[in-house]
Nanobody, 120 residues
Framework: VQLQASGGGLVQAGGSLRLSCAASGRTFSLYALGWFRQAPGKEREFVGA????????YYTDPVKGRFTISRDNAKNTVYLQMNNLKPEDTAVYYC??????????????WGQGTLVTVSS
């Protein structure tokens, strides 16, 4: 499975960005696709995930109500819509895919990161 993330950039606080993650390869066996982020000097953290089949989504508390994950099956692409961005959302964002029956662990496939910078 190959993942290609895109859509990062510079935005002012309160603004919005949409990240995309295009998946290719043996995607039929995936359980979920997740988004992670790593801020400077911090560990990588889980942001949210979506089941590859079905519509279930999961979010970490700091982004609930501001971030939305969706999927376009025809394009094998998952999106992370980020609204009301805050400076603390500044990080490199990664998409990842797992075949494990968990949305928090077992991510074996990773895309390259895309940088999101939120200015105050």
């Amino acid at each position: 499975v190959q993942l290609q993330a895109s859509g990062g950039g510079l935005v002012q606080a309160g603004g919005s960005l949409r990240l995309s993650c295009a998946a290719s390869g043996r995607t039929f066996s995936l359980y979920a696709l997740g988004w992670f982020r790593q801020a400077p000097g911090k560990e990588r953290e889980f942001v949210g995930a979506i089941r590859w089949s079905g519509i279930s989504t999961y979010y970490t508390d700091p982004v609930k109500g501001r971030f939305t994950i969706s999927r376009d099956n025809a394009k094998n692409t998952v999106y992370l819509q980020m609204n009301n961005l805050k400076p603390e959302d500044t990080a490199v964002y990664y998409c990842a895919a797992t075949r494990a029956a968990s949305v928090l662990t077992g991510y074996d496939y990773w895309g390259q990161g895309t940088l999101v910078t939120v200015s105050s």
